[in-house]
């Protein structure tokens, strides 16, 4: 047994059969947890079920503000470990993958990690999509480390922290996050204050901390690639409004590297499709943030 309390958010039956594979998984570490917990955003009906037919978990209902920020909280403030591992109510994670995720922890810098997201294609993975857009279906993408090694910040759907420095600031930020068709970046936002709160912090990317994320059919398509970009660059402003124009520092990188460098292997090996798709994300990013900015400029 470790000190860690495992929370997994949940909102909707529609996901059911994930969520029972993502509270499996949770049960089935190498490297037991003391908790398992599943937050539960408004939406009693999942409740009631939940509590009558998954045994050993703890059920916790969210009331606030709609959302996964709000949701986490709540399971997170119901944890008796020094340590919390967030789950999604669509991950399923490796066997290994709390034991790999919770060795940095030795390091008492260490404030938090997040490990590799695999996306689980329901269907054939398309072949115009680029493996360095892979955040755009919630999974890891080229330009990532490819060892242990630090990092700005982790993603929520595979990630642990502290209890301590995550209640300090309030733990992700209420009706900042992804709700409905607004996709803001909580887990960065939550990386960035902790450092920001926590002399000396450091977070890591453990890419040996594996956990596979399910992509539906509808979200294998250019229109939702096309539509997430622009949402990406909508939700990287807004950060920028909390945290000053320095917080998209990694940005600014991907755009400098990864994409220069992805655009041209795929041209080399041949693959215009992967290559197009990479400058048309790029484009729907850049006008999603101008967007946003032209509108916040207007309320003023």
């Not at 992700?172 to 992804?178: D, L, S, V």
């Not at 970046?185 to 990386?191: G, M, Q, Y």
């Not at 997430?228 to 917080?247: F, I, N, P, T």
């Not at 655009?263 to 080399?268: D, E, F, G, S, Y």
Request: charged share 20%.
């Amino acid at each position: 047994m470790t000190d860690a309390s495992i929370v997994i958010a949940c909102h909707t039956e529609r996901r059911w059969a994930s969520l029972l594979a993502a509270i499996a998984s949770a049960h089935e570490q190498s490297l037991p947890s003391l908790q398992v917990i599943v937050a539960v955003d408004n939406n009693p009906s999942l409740s009631r079920r939940l509590r009558a037919e998954v045994d050993m978990v703890e059920v916790v209902d969210h009331s606030g503000i709609p959302g996964a920020s709000g949701t986490r909280n709540a399971g997170a403030a119901r944890a008796q470990s020094p340590l919390l591992a967030f789950l999604d109510d669509d991950v399923r994670a490796h066997p290994d993958w709390l034991a790999e995720l919770l060795a940095p922890f030795t390091d008492p810098d260490v404030v938090g990690t997040g490990g590799r997201t695999l996306p689980a294609w329901q269907g054939r993975e398309p072949s115009w999509f680029p493996s360095e857009f892979g955040w755009v279906v919630g999974a890891s993408y080229t330009g990532l480390p490819t060892s242990r090694a630090p990092i700005r910040n982790v993603w929520s759907e595979n990630m642990a922290v502290r209890r301590r420095v995550f209640e300090a600031v309030g733990g992700f930020r209420p009706g900042f996050g992804k709700h409905g068709v607004t996709s803001r970046p909580e887990d960065t936002d939550l990386c960035l204050r902790i450092s920001a709160g926590t002399p000396g912090a450091r977070w890591f990317y453990v890419p040996t901390a594996v956990v596979e994320h399910v992509v539906p059919l509808d979200r294998s398509t250019l229109r939702f690639f096309l539509h997430r970009c622009y949402a990406e660059g909508a939700g990287k402003l807004d950060l920028s409004g909390y945290h000053g124009a320095e917080a998209l520092d990694a940005e600014r990188e991907f755009l400098r590297r990864t994409v220069p460098h992805g655009v041209a292997r795929h041209l080399r090996d041949g693959d215009g499709a992967r290559a197009l798709t990479i400058l048309a994300g790029t484009v729907a990013v850049g006008l999603g943030a101008l967007t946003t900015l032209a509108r916040s400029r207007s309320k003023r």
